[in-house]
């Protein structure tokens, strides 16, 4: 059974820099390096939506929101795919969940609070 797992959340402030991360079990190393893998938010009240995506081949999608502040990576090797958070804002502040497409899979999720 395919599970991933976040970590890294946290309480930051405005302007602040975080880093969460992803890690797939259940999966060989070599599905896990052949698919896309997605970042997710869900703010209160809010429905989810698309933060940034990553390929197989390293190729990169991001949300208006989130381009040109956050960093979509992955180390195959450690089936782990990264969120590199820069000049956090309050608006987000949400649940962060990263996405497996190819197996429907989703994390638990990711608590990212930024205060003003």
């Known amino acids: 059974q395919v599970r991933l797992v976040e970590s890294g959340g946290g309480l930051m402030q405005a302007g602040e820099s975080l880093t969460i991360f992803c890690v797939g079990t259940?999966?060989?190393?070599?599905?896990?390096?052949?698919?896309?893998m997605g970042w997710y938010r869900q703010a209160p009240g809010k429905e989810r939506e698309l933060v940034a995506t990553?390929?197989?081949?390293?190729?990169?999608n991001y949300s208006d929101s989130a381009k040109g502040r956050f960093t979509i990576s992955r180390d195959n090797a450690k089936n782990t795919v990264y969120l590199q958070m820069n000049n956090l804002k309050p608006e987000d502040t949400a649940v962060y969940f990263c996405?497996?497409?190819?197996?429907?899979?989703w994390g638990q999720g990711a608590q990212v609070t930024v205060s003003s």
């Open positions: 990553i390929t197989s081949g390293g190729n990169t």
């Open positions: 996405h497996l497409p190819a197996f429907d899979a």
């Open positions: 259940g999966v060989s190393g070599a599905s896990f390096r052949i698919n896309t």
